[in-house]
């Protein structure tokens, strides 16, 4: 049985920093590719980075890029996200999910969250970023 479970979130001010934890079992984590959503009340869910635990491609959107860090503990089969200067576009429940990329170590391709087709999500967890 695949799981998933996200914790780390909270509420903290803008500028403030979080390390949100995806922690794995059920599978082997190393042969796949862990991702980060996040979906704020009535937007679309948005992919906001991922890690290949094949070979360590990692992917960010834009709006994130400097300010989160995606890493994988292989020991601990758990994915975090650290988020530094949080700023309040940033709320959102956001979600880890897991997925076998089609060609696994193959990097003729650009790794995203959209190149992967996921297959098992966590339940979510909240951040807040308030002025």
């Known amino acids: 049985e695949v799981q998933l479970v996200e914790s780390g979130g909270g509420s903290v001010q803008v500028g403030r920093s979080l390390r949100l934890a995806c922690r794995t079992s059920?599978?082997?984590?190393?042969?796949?590719?862990i991702g980060w959503f996040r979906q704020a009340p009535g937007k679309e869910r948005e992919g906001v980075s991922c890690?290949?635990?094949?070979?360590?491609?990692?992917w960010y959107t834009d709006s994130v890029k400097g300010r989160f860090t995606i890493s994988s503990d292989m020991t601990k089969s758990t994915v975090y996200l650290q988020m530094n200067n949080l700023k309040s576009d940033d709320t959102a429940v956001y979600y880890c999910?897991?997925?076998?990329?089609?060609?696994?170590?193959?990097?003729?391709?650009?790794?995203?969250?959209?190149?992967?087709?996921?297959?098992?999500w966590g339940q979510g967890t909240q951040v807040t970023v308030s002025s």
């Open positions: 890690i290949s635990n094949v070979d360590g491609r990692t």
């Open positions: 059920g599978f082997g984590f190393e042969r796949w590719a």
């Open positions: 999910t897991a997925g076998k990329e089609e060609t696994p170590g193959d990097q003729t391709y650009a790794i995203s969250t959209t190149t992967i087709y996921w297959t098992a």
